[in-house]
């Protein structure tokens, strides 16, 4: 599939103005379908992170419910720790190159399964689900809004008077707090998260919300 050159100008310069500098592109060259870039905007003092940025998923619409077509266009990204390792050679390592796939694997599944994804939505990574890598117990992600100085000036890239792109970020989650969403809703769990202070960037070691402890008494 052809992509437009000025969708992708208009992304990078966007996620530059509101993200950070650009690192790199990490450039997708054979591709069944749909193929998904990865841009990488460098830490700053502002975001002391890595924040990779799709380019791709929203060359095609995706199939929105009723009523939601305003949002038929999107690009994902995650966030992660200044020292995380990225470089060609380090990603041959599951370890550190399972976020990334993560990104690619979540860009295309609306069109994949002519679904959508919006903020508050879960995946499960698998069937059945196992975690992501060895060395996390993350299973799934969640949609959230971009935690941006110009959070709403980011979210929405317009492109055309038919067309404007949304951003979200994933956030890794256990299987545990994926099965308390299910139950009681995007709120609750987005409520456990934001009580223990989880921010956008990805951290190995962050406390299960859901994860119930058992004791003797």
Not at 57 to 70: D, K, Y
Not at 85 to 97: A, G, L, M, P, V
Not at 113 to 118: A, C, D
Not at 144 to 167: A, G, M, Q, W
Request: hydrophobic share 35%; glycine share 6%.
């Amino acid at each position: 599939m052809t992509r437009s050159t000025e969708n992708y100008e208009q992304i990078y310069a966007h996620v530059e103005t509101y993200i950070g500098p650009i690192e790199g592109v990490f450039r997708e060259i054979i591709s069944d379908n749909l193929s998904i870039d990865i841009i990488v905007a460098a830490p700053t003092s502002k975001r002391n992170c890595y924040t990779f940025v799709t380019y791709g998923m929203s060359e095609l619409p995706m199939t929105v419910p009723e009523g939601a077509e305003e949002y038929r266009y999107a690009e994902l990204m995650i966030c992660l720790p200044p020292t995380w390792k990225i470089s060609d050679e380090d990603f041959k390592d599951e370890r550190n190159y399972w976020p990334v796939r993560a990104l690619k694997t979540l860009a295309r599944f609306p069109h994949e399964y002519h679904t959508w994804l919006y903020m508050g939505h879960t995946l499960a990574n698998g069937e059945p689900v196992k975690p992501y890598s060895e060395g996390t117990k993350f299973q799934g992600m969640l949609l959230s809004l971009p935690d941006v100085e110009d959070k709403r000036e980011f979210f929405n890239l317009t492109i055309s008077d038919e067309k404007v792109i949304h951003f979200f970020t994933l956030v890794p989650i256990y299987q545990e707090e994926m099965d308390y969403k299910l139950k009681n809703g995007m709120e609750a769990l987005f409520a456990k998260l934001n009580k223990i202070g989880t921010d956008d960037v990805v951290n190995l070691n962050r406390k299960n919300t859901c994860k119930k402890v058992f004791g003797l008494f």
